[in-house]
């Protein structure tokens, strides 16, 4: 099974590179992470933020197995616990299925990829710069692993 996270967004700071990878290198080779990083769409020429989400909407929909899990990433989904993700990740290894989770530009997701979404999940309602998120979500993806081997990385 492999975890894919689709952003938008490339370019980031070292140390955002740095620490998404510090986290994905930890994760076993049966549960890897794979970065996608699509390019945003050019803000030049009087384009309205709608005609920007529709340009990354086509991106993200090329990039996104169809076949996959898919987790949207928007301030307005459900916020979950480590232990949650941890029991969907065991779902997903279980099932064999591919999950990817998707990182919109800076104005969010188009509506097309909300809808496409098995679910929407909040990591904060604070809003958070889109490279930060990359790096919080590969922790958590393997603290959510770390839960499901019994690792003491994750302490309740």
Known sequence: MKLRIIAVGQKMPAWIETGFAEYAKRMPR????????????????????????????????AALPRDATAWALDEHGSQL?????????????????????????????HQDIKQRADKLVALSRF?????????????????????TQNHPYHRE
Do not use: C
Request: glycine share 10%; proline share 2%.
């Open 127 to 147: 809003t958070l710069p889109h490279g930060l998120v990359r790096v919080m979500l590969a922790e958590q993806l393997y603290r959510a692993w770390s839960v």
């Open 30 to 61: 049966e549960n890897s992470i794979e970065l996608i990083e699509l390019k945003p769409e050019k803000r030049a020429g009087g384009k309205t933020d709608e005609q920007i989400k529709e340009a990354e909407r086509d991106r993200i929909l």
């Open 81 to 109: 616990t480590t232990l949650e993700l941890a029991d969907a990740l065991r779902e997903w290894q279980g099932a064999g299925r591919d999950t990817a989770f998707v990182i919109g530009g800076a104005d969010g997701l």
